[in-house]
């Protein structure tokens, strides 16, 4: 084993020993393109170092280093910072504790980086139900899909702004030259609520540099029974509304300007859906739970309006 590995597989973990044994394994198990060199940090964001013995357990009888790493500042932006601090590799990959990554993912990460001069690559996740004959609906079990539709290695879409549509820190490889500038990577001002990774992605396509879209360097999110359920959904819908909104005001330049816009449209499209969820509950639709969501992901777009109104003003069943 050579002092300098190629990539740092990060993996962040929070109390969840079953599924960072799991993702341990996964990686343990993935296929080599050569004499590639790999190590693996697993970031205990507990304030216990909880997986310490788990970790050093596992690395006993690894065939490629295993290195704990405790952050105790429960965020994961500072987590994720850390590892990036810790890694040793001129790539770092991160795989969240409940992602499998595929046997081919490495094979896979090292030629879409290599072979397109990549900065920063986005792979495909794959929804896997975590109870065997767990009934989930599939359009919710959908919502954990990461399927960009773009050919292998093609450069991803970049809005004017940086935002970039689709993309998430789980799955995600980046070269640290290039996407690595010595400061905190990820802003801890979202790392309680999420959207660390929306700003990350939108300061990184503002600089435009080349992030790729790799459908074969495939993973596995696995998705437990909760997580499946319509609450839960539209409760990630509205939170991932809001911590866009919060992302693009504060990567704009006209913040007041970019906050009402953003009031003004997200009022005016979870109005209409709000009707419409209210016709289909009133024809007794299958599809008003869809409006729910839908309805939801608007409001959240309304920077003033926070989940618990949200719930406060419900419209029939839960909202």
């Not at 810790?86 to 046997?103: E, K, T, V, W």
């Not at 970049?158 to 905190?184: F, Q």
């Not at 939170?239 to 006209?254: W, Y």
Request: proline share 5%; glycine share 6%; charged share 25%.
């Amino acid at each position: 084993m050579s002092a300098m590995p190629l990539i740092s597989i990060v993996i962040c973990t929070l109390r969840r020993p079953k599924h960072l044994l799991q993702a341990l394994d996964a990686c343990l198990s993935l296929r080599s393109p050569g004499a590639c060199e790999v190590e693996i940090l697993v970031v205990d964001n507990s304030l216990e170092a909880s997986a310490r013995d788990l970790v050093l357990g596992a690395a006993a009888n690894a065939p490629i280093p295993i290195r704990f790493v405790h952050e105790p500042r429960t965020s994961i932006a500072h987590a994720r910072n850390t590892g990036v601090a810790a890694s040793h590799a001129p790539l770092i990959a991160f795989i969240d504790d409940d992602m499998r990554p595929s046997s081919a993912w490495l094979v896979q990460v090292m030629r879409g980086m290599e072979l397109e001069k990549a900065d920063a690559l986005i792979g495909a996740i794959e929804p896997v139900p975590e109870e065997e004959g767990q009934e989930a609906d599939p359009r919710l079990l959908d919502m954990y899909r990461r399927d960009l539709r773009l050919p292998e290695g093609s450069s991803l879409p970049v809005r004017k702004n940086g935002y970039i549509s689709g993309v998430g820190t789980g799955n995600s490889v980046l070269r640290r030259a290039t996407c690595v500038d010595g400061v905190e990577c990820f802003d801890p001002a979202f790392g309680r609520t999420g959207g660390e990774d929306t700003d990350f992605f939108q300061r990184l396509g503002r600089r435009r540099l080349k992030i790729v879209w790799s459908a074969q360097a495939l993973a596995y999110e696995i998705v437990s029974p909760r997580r499946a359920t319509l609450d839960y959904a539209i409760y990630s819908a509205f939170h991932g509304s809001q911590n866009f909104a919060r992302v693009t005001i504060k990567n704009s330049r006209h913040r007041l300007r970019t906050r009402m816009a953003l009031a003004a449209v997200g009022a005016a499209q979870g109005s209409a859906r709000l009707c419409q969820y209210a016709l289909l509950r009133l024809v007794r639709s299958d599809e008003a739970s869809y409006a729910q969501l839908s309805a939801a992901a608007a409001l959240g777009k309304i920077p003033s309006v926070s989940y618990t109104h949200l719930r406060a003003h419900e419209t029939g069943r839960n909202l």
